[in-house]
Nanobody
């Protein structure tokens, strides 16, 4: 069982930056990690992911490429999402996810609200 706790959300103006953190209750080096977001009334959508290793392969949704950066520090059991040049359409609840590539188990955080005003 892995518990994930996100932090770092908040309110910023267009063009601003935020860094989200996701801290795991235990070692996460066996898990691929990702960030998802959910708009009101919509399904959760993929934002970014990183493979098991610090400095591992990263993937991004087209809508955030060049603006968001996902990273992880397994020694700190933490995954980050650096968000730059934020836009009002980035306003959503952001969730951290850990997925075990072998057994498929998935764990989610509780979410953190990001609000971008124009």
């Amino acid at each position: 069982q892995v518990q994930l706790v996100e932090s770092g959300g908040g309110s910023v103006q267009t063009g601003g930056s935020l860094t989200l953190s996701c801290v795991a209750s235990g070692a996460i080096d066996a898990y691929a990690a990702g960030w998802f977001r959910q708009f009101p009334g919509k399904e959760r959508e993929f934002v970014a992911s990183i493979s098991r290793y610090s400095g591992g392969s990263t993937y991004y949704a087209d809508s955030v490429k060049g603006r968001f950066t996902v990273s992880r520090f397994n020694s700190k059991n933490t995954v980050y999402l650096q968000m730059n040049n934020l836009k009002p359409e980035d306003t959503a609840v952001y969730y951290c996810r850990a997925r075990h590539p072998m057994n498929g188990r998935v764990y989610w955080g509780q979410g953190t609200q990001v609000t971008v005003s124009s």
